[in-house]
């Protein structure tokens, strides 16, 4: 983390995780175990029909809420989908872009991700764009190029004005919801690649500003080496953020004093 240069962020993914009647206890718990979170921005990103629930349960707390998609074109007919403007509406943040189980499940491309990415930020969204390499990929040892063909893929045409607000996560698919956390280093080398990109695409005050987070199967016990790395600033966290416990311990991990 680099609290001087830019914001630390916990972000959660619930997923298709939890009921909507569940959100409130699950906020009750969460504030008092992390009663003043001054260091770091959470954020809880759940389905969109529990962004209500979540925005009300979260009201009087400095959690935001997100949510885990969104659809590229302003409105019309695509039955089934949520626009920017519908987020915005009730009071939406955060939105997760190009997770790697909608580009698996959902035929998500770099095209569509690039495409969201943008309605996103037109709309004042913050997206959270998630990039990552596959096991293959990493023991192909391409992992390094393969990251730098997704955030510029993602990146295209994105002017860099609005580029401060992207927060990347970089998540290697092997260790989402495996228990196979990517070591600090690992995650870290990564992470400084993925800076090192964006100071080239963008320049060196854009790239020393923007929130870089590391997800995959992080937790309560890998968490406070992970936050320990300078280019790691946060964590987008999916099985760990559904237990208050684990997820407050996380943020307590990223929101101790000092730089
Ligand atoms: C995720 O889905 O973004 C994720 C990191 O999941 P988990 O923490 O469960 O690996």
């Not at 962020?9 to 008092?32: H, P, R």
């Not at 320990?228 to 600033?233: A, E, L, Q, T, V």
């Not at 099985?239 to 730089?259: W, Y």
């Amino acid at each position: 983390m680099n609290r001087k240069y830019r914001k630390t962020i916990i972000a959660g993914n619930w997923k298709m995780n939890l009921l909507a009647s569940q959100v409130k206890l699950f906020a009750e718990s969460l504030k008092t175990l992390v009663p003043k979170a001054k260091w770091c921005e959470t954020v809880v990103c759940v389905p969109y029909v529990m962004i209500p629930a979540a925005l009300k349960a979260f009201k009087d707390s400095r959690v935001a809420v997100g949510a885990e998609n969104v659809n590229e074109n302003p409105k019309g007919a695509y039955t089934g989908e949520v626009s920017t403007a519908m987020l915005t509406d009730i009071g939406a943040k955060y939105v997760i872009i190009g997770h790697s189980e909608r580009r698996q499940y959902y035929g998500e491309t770099d095209f569509s991700v690039n495409a969201k990415l943008k309605a996103a930020l037109e709309a004042g969204l913050s997206p959270i764009l998630c990039v990552g390499e596959s096991l293959q990929q990493r023991e192909m040892d391409v992992t390094n190029e393969f990251i730098t063909y997704q955030v510029k893929a993602a990146l295209a045409d994105i002017p860099v004005e609005k580029i401060r607000r992207i927060v990347i996560a970089y998540e290697p698919i092997w260790a989402i919801g495996t228990g196979k956390t990517a070591t600090s280093d690992q995650a870290e080398e990564v992470c400084g690649e993925i800076r090192a990109l964006i100071r080239k695409l963008y320049g060196a005050r854009v790239a020393r500003a923007v929130s870089i987070l590391y997800g995959g199967s992080m937790n309560e016990k890998n968490a406070a080496e992970l936050l320990s790395k300078p280019d790691i600033d946060g964590g987008l966290i999916g099985g760990a953020s559904l237990v208050p416990e684990k997820f407050a311990a996380i943020i307590n991990a990223a929101n101790q004093d000092g730089e």
